[in-house]
């Protein structure tokens, strides 16, 4: 079944404008994935009226990536203290449109939760940026829990709370869980957040995105490549 979606966010977040512009412009690779927008390149810029909001609005020929249509909006607000933002995703959907609404659902709630987090903790800082997949065996129902278990992450911990975890690469650290339901993970420590997807749920693997903010790229995804294979293999 295809059909249009919309997803539609509000949040305030402790950062400027600019600073908020900056993260969804040329930032990306802080808090969701290395890209960057090029007003009179980028044909899929719609709106481009810094620092208050872009639009990007991208036609899909291909209907196998699951969409015929995909839009981004962001509205920008100073407000006192930081800023007032408006993200609305909006498209079509091609297939499984229920499954994918859900994920989608899920997955953007999750994006701008890191989102913010990168603006109050890292804001202006680049990142390296690491995605690596779990094996077939980490599509399994229980694999989030499997990998919080590996990274010695207590299944009581509350979120916003101290914890204290094994990470590849790095080893015993201190960390924050500033994100934690069935389908994600969030850790933060004072140089990097690690994004953990639970996209078992979505008929995938279980997935992990490290935003480093003082490593080198090659030992980070060897580490966790490593990692993954050690515990899903």
């Known amino acids: 079944m295809s059909g249009e979606f919309e997803i539609a966010r509000e949040f305030e977040v402790a950062a400027k404008p600019e600073e908020v512009w900056d993260a969804i412009t040329t930032g990306t690779g802080g808090w969701l994935w290395p890209s960057e927008y090029k007003p009179g390149e980028d044909e ?11 639009t990007v609005r991208e036609e899909i020929a291909d209907p ?6 995909n839009q981004l909006d962001h ?4 407000r006192e203290g930081g800023s007032f933002v408006r993200y609305v995703h909006s498209g079509i959907f091609v297939a499984d449109w ?6 989608a659902q899920k997955h953007t709630t999750f994006y701008l939760h890191t ?12 990142a390296v940026f690491t995605s690596v997949e779990g094996p077939a065996a980490a599509g399994a129902p229980d694999a989030l829990e499997t990998a919080a278990r590996a990274l010695s992450l207590p299944g009581d911990a509350p979120v916003g709370g101290a914890v204290r975890v094994t990470l590849p ?13 069935r389908h994600f993970i969030g ?16 008929g995938h693997v279980v997935g992990v995105s490290v935003h480093d903010f003082a490593a080198n790229a090659a030992p980070v995804e060897g580490a966790w490549r490593e990692w993954a294979e050690a515990v899903w293999g």
């Open 44 to 54: 899929s810029i719609t709106t481009w009226d810094p620092p208050h909001r872009l």
């Open 64 to 69: 196998s990536f699951g969409q015929t249509l």
């Open 75 to 78: 509205v920008i607000d100073a």
């Open 98 to 103: 229920e499954n994918q609404y859900d994920g």
């Open 115 to 126: 989102l913010r987090q990168y603006l109050e903790h890292f804001a202006g800082r680049q």
């Open 169 to 181: 690469g790095v080893g015993e650290t201190d960390a924050v869980l500033d994100y934690r339901d």
């Open 187 to 202: 850790l933060r420590t004072d140089s990097a957040l690690y994004r953990l997807f639970g996209r078992n749920h979505f």
